[in-house]
């Protein structure tokens, strides 16, 4: 089973930014946080991934609490090509990903 | 940017059919991985391939599978004779080497098995 946490699904207006939370309260120490997304039956796409320190690249943001038991990814404008299924994901070198359900964000114009 | 690429795009074929799936990972990486989603559920893990072996299979992954990289450049899963529960979209993915070498995707190839 996954051992993460995320809600089933999240609306954002266009534009504004978009904050999906994971919770990954058993996470082992050197265990990374990845976060993908899918868009309809497109291969998985990587945004970010952090160990403990927060990260931003040209795609988003991702916040990881100091006890990294839970974390943020930021989209900071979204738009409709957005709207996608976001994977929060922890795991460790070259293991495999185990995916859950993920989040279900939907973009409203 | 480099990109795992993935043919064919859309396959189709009759149950007890054997089908290749192929997939050219990104060039400098040394593990590549197959997925599989069946429609409406999760992306499942199926096999994990390093040094040319197998390093770790999930209980999918029978006797009916097997997975090849039979040049420095393709890396191919075979579904030696196909049922109607192996319709599904296949992923390969590659990572590089180490703690936080990320996977990367291709695009996919939708089998559907009539």
């Known amino acids: 089973d996954a051992k993460t946490t995320q809600p089933t699904s999240m609306d954002c207006a266009e534009g504004r930014a978009a904050n999906l939370p994971c919770n990954h309260s058993?996470?082992?120490?050197?265990?990374?946080v990845y976060w993908y997304r899918q868009i309809h039956s497109q291969g998985p796409q990587y945004i970010i991934h952090?160990?403990?320190n927060n990260e931003t690249n040209e795609m988003a943001s991702l916040i990881i609490t100091e006890d990294r038991k839970s974390s943020t990814l930021i989209l900071p404008h979204a738009t409709l090509r957005d709207t996608a299924v976001y994977y929060c994901?922890?795991?460790?070198?070259?293991?495999?990903?185990?995916f859950g359900t993920g989040t279900r964000l939907t973009i409203i114009p | 940017e480099p990109e795992v690429t993935q043919t064919p795009s859309h396959q189709v074929t009759q149950m007890g059919q054997e089908v290749i799936l192929r997939c050219v990972p990104i060039?400098?990486?040394?593990?590549f991985y197959w997925y599989r989603q069946i429609l409406g559920q999760k992306v499942e893990f199926l096999v994990s391939?390093?040094?040319?072996?197998?390093?770790?299979k999930s209980e999918i992954f029978d006797d009916q599978f097997s997975v090849e990289r039979p040049d420095g450049s393709n890396f191919t899963l075979k579904i030696r004779s196909t049922k109607l529960e192996d319709s599904a979209m296949y992923f390969c993915?590659?990572?590089?080497?180490?703690?936080?070498?990320?996977?990367?995707f291709g695009p996919g190839t939708r089998l559907l098995v009539l």
């Open positions: 994901i922890v795991n460790f070198g070259n293991e495999k990903l185990t």
């Open positions: 993915a590659s990572s590089d080497q180490g703690p936080e070498e990320t996977q990367y």
């Open positions: 391939f390093y040094n040319n072996e197998i390093s770790e």
């Open positions: 060039s400098n990486h040394l593990y």
């Open positions: 952090g160990l403990k």
């Open positions: 058993t996470i082992s120490g050197n265990e990374y």
